[in-house]
Nanobody, 125 residues
Framework: QVQLVESGGGLVQAGGSLRLSCAAS????????MGWFRQAPGKEREFVAT????????YYADSVKGRFTISRDNAKNTVYLQMNSLKPEDTAVYYC??????????????????WGQGTQVTVSS
């Protein structure tokens, strides 16, 4: 059974940093793209960042570009999201996602086949 488990969320003041982790189990994702999405209350789930299978290619939403960094450690079957200079508008539940078949995914949620349960990030002003 494939599982993605996020961790690292919490409460932080504006300007602070958090590092999210997503550990995968049940299969290896070393040949698959992975990504991060987020969903704030009353809003649709939105794309945050994606990383190709080997980590050479990354892509970010404009709202987080220059502040967030996605990375992966295929030996640990884990993907990370380093979040710096956090803003109150970054408050959301953050979800990790993995593509089942492709090494390069996209920005749309329906491109991803596996999802974690989410971790809450709250940024106070």
């Amino acid at each position: 059974q494939v599982q993605l488990v996020e961790s690292g969320g919490g409460l932080v003041q504006a300007g602070g940093s958090l590092r999210l982790s997503c550990a995968a189990s049940g299969r290896t994702f070393s040949n698959n793209a992975m990504g991060w999405f987020r969903q704030a209350p009353g809003k649709e789930r939105e794309f945050v960042a994606t990383i190709s299978w080997g980590g050479a290619s990354t892509y970010y939403a404009d709202s987080v570009k220059g502040r967030f960094t996605i990375s992966r450690d295929n030996a640990k079957n884990t993907v990370y999201l380093q979040m710096n200079s956090l803003k109150p508008e970054d408050t959301a539940v953050y979800y990790c996602a993995a593509d089942r078949d492709s090494g390069v995914a996209g920005t749309q949620p329906d491109r991803y086949d596996y999802w974690g349960q989410g971790t809450q990030v709250t940024v106070s002003s």
